[in-house]
């Protein structure tokens, strides 16, 4: 049975409904069955002590207020009856004019509606006057100044339900948290899955169309991206077959000119000869690259640098001048035989070019890096890039001891993209090319 898929509009307007809902369904329950937070209240005695400390050493001595000295008379704010009578009663116990006496309190718009105000039978019980809040008391000094005396504010500037508040919050936000993140991963793998198989296609031409399950969006996507894989692995194909075609067709009217030649001048049949043998060469040659570029081939886990030491050893076996001055140990995920073609015609190139080659073995961040340089006269500027078409050679010679067929670099180019990689050629400061395959390593979840 099909799963359903739900736009990835539909996921995410529900995640955030969802998460809403959780979250101001939690704050109500929090607010209504956690007690209220007990406020700050002060009674005559301790605002006076504080006071009469204050005045004798300079400071109110107690842990829950602090004063210091103002030369000029503070703002005055004396309504409420309460404060009035709060005031006259703190004047009385200090020995000072109601006019000396200043209180101005703090509170919250919220004190209004009963968030902080300590119940109802507190104030119809109380048998002294009470100062609820954050507050500051200024008494008028026989030198003129003002001592001002106030409740220590709380560590972060807040009142009790500010506190209570943020409480309430901070349990929403780790409780709806990890109901998001599994809702988000859930909506997010399917893209992430998309993304790693088209970075897949891109390291192998031939990987298996992608199985991405998810929104109808992202389904409908990785059905386009599978289309289109097909088509363009059909395009290339039937390209390749046509080429293939065509060179094989070749070989059939080079075979005749060589039979017609038989009974011309021996000059001319030699120079004829040679051109037929070069004609050949590049058919053959032709037909290899496509029949190597069109084949698919298992990619399997393999040490590069042992690799690279292979086809060197090799070379130098021959009496090439052939050395690894570097071989880091990378593993890289690829085609054998066609990385070893890579490395061979790079070599090649080298000792043909160059009169020697010595290669290097890297990582650098994401990939591993195949250096080659060699000792030769390097290549114009205007060339570095075109030496990668098939068939262009640098050297205009038709000797293919000297010229070569053309596909050399042509094939070390192909390869290194087919693995999700690139080749480059740089002339060397001090003479000599570099020639340079950067391949990618594997990422981790394949590793």
């Known amino acids: 049975m099909p799963s359903l898929r739900l736009p990835l509009f539909l996921q995410t307007l529900g995640l ?11 704050s109500v329950i929090l607010i209504l069955n956690l007690p209220p937070p007990r406020p700050m209240v002060y009674t005559v005695p301790e605002i006076a002590n504080a006071v009469r400390n204050a005045e004798a050493t300079g400071n109110p001595d107690l842990s829950g207020f602090v004063s210091h000295i103002s030369p000029e008379r503070p703002r005055a704010q004396t309504p409420s009856g309460r ?14 004019a109601p006019d000396d006496v200043i209180i101005d309190q703090k509170s919250s718009p919220f004190v209004a509606y009963g968030m902080t105000r300590p119940p109802r039978e507190w104030l119809l019980e109380a048998t002294e ?30 009142d009790p339900w500010q506190e209570r ?38 390291r192998d031409p031939m990987a298996a169309p992608l199985d991405v399950a998810g929104s109808a969006e992202v389904a409908a996507a990785a059905a386009a991206f599978n289309d289109m894989q097909a088509r363009l692995r059909r395009y290339v194909d039937e390209r390749m077959g046509m080429l293939g075609a065509i060179a094989h067709d070749l070989r059939t009217p080079l075979t005749r000119m060589r039979f017609r030649i038989d009974g011309l001048d021996e000059p001319l049949q030699a120079k004829l000869i040679r051109d037929i043998d070069q004609m050949e060469a590049m058919v053959a040659s032709a037909m290899a690259f496509i029949r190597d570029s069109s084949t698919p081939h298992e990619r399997r886990k393999l040490e590069i640098a042992s690799l690279v030491e292979t086809v060197m050893d090799e070379a130098a076996l021959t009496g090439a001048d052939a050395s690894v001055d570097h071989a880091e140990r990378v593993i890289i995920d690829g085609d054998p035989l066609a990385l070893k073609r890579l490395v061979v ?29 060699d000792d030769g ?34 094939v070390v180019r192909a390869v290194a993209r087919g693995h999700g990689g690139d080749a480059v050629l740089k002339n060397r400061p001090e003479g000599g090319l570099r020639a340079r395959v950067s391949l990618p390593l594997p990422r981790p979840a394949d590793a």
């Open 16 to 26: 955030i409904i969802t998460s809403l809902a959780v979250a101001q369904t939690l």
């Open 83 to 96: 404060r009035t009578r709060f005031r006259n009663e703190l004047a009385r116990f200090l020995g000072l």
């Open 129 to 158: 006057p009470l100062l609820v809040d954050r507050f500051s008391v200024d008494v008028r000094q026989p030198s003129g100044a003002w001592l001002v005396v106030g409740a220590r504010p709380t560590p972060f500037g807040l």
């Open 165 to 202: 508040l943020l409480f309430v919050l901070a349990a929403s936000l780790a409780a709806v948290a990890p109901l998001s993140w599994m809702f988000s991963r859930r909506m997010a793998a399917p893209i992430a899955a998309l993304a790693a198989g088209a970075e897949r296609l891109g």
């Open 345 to 373: 015609n790079l070599v090649d190139n080298a000792l043909k070019y160059g009169s020697a080659a010595r290669a290097r073995v890297s990582r650098e961040g994401s990939m591993a890096i195949i250096e080659v340089d």
């Open 377 to 410: 006269p390097g290549v114009p500027e205007h060339d570095i890039e075109r030496v990668f078409e098939p068939f262009h050679r640098v050297e205009t010679s038709r000797s293919r001891e000297t010229g070569g067929i053309g596909l050399g670099l042509a």
